[in-house]
């Protein structure tokens, strides 16, 4: 799911590979941050992306940074965000955590997690 997303409106949101440094990068760069720790094999994984995809369509999230982190194969930056597995989406405005949820897969919750870094 890496590459950027075009939200059509004027603004584009991002979504590509999780790095330290592109994590640095987001958390400066005055957009909202949300950091999705995912497997390729999590079906609720699958879901929940699909629903962050169709947020970032929306004008109200169209400048969040998406950084895809990979439960199975990034541990060390799992265990510095405290995920203790996969399908937990991350929510930062600039370098706070706003929101957290694990397993989530309704429009309505995760978009609302969304809201409170656009506050």
Not at 12 to 17: D, H, K, L, P, R
Not at 39 to 48: D, E, F, G, L
């Amino acid at each position: 799911m890496a590459g950027v997303i075009l939200a059509g409106s004027a603004f584009a949101s991002e979504q590509t590979a999780y790095s330290p440094e592109r994590f640095a990068r987001a958390q400066l760069s005055g957009s909202p941050v949300l950091v999705d720790i995912a497997a390729s094999w999590c079906p609720v994984c699958k879901v929940q992306a699909t629903v962050v995809h169709q947020a970032l369509a929306e004008p109200a999230f169209s400048h969040f940074v998406v950084l895809d982190l990979d439960f199975d194969t990034q541990k060390d930056a799992v265990r510095r965000f405290g995920a203790t597995m996969q399908s937990t989406l991350i929510i930062f405005k600039g370098k706070k955590e706003v929101a957290r949820v694990v397993g989530a897969t309704d429009p309505d919750v995760i978009e609302a997690m969304m809201r409170r870094a656009t506050d």
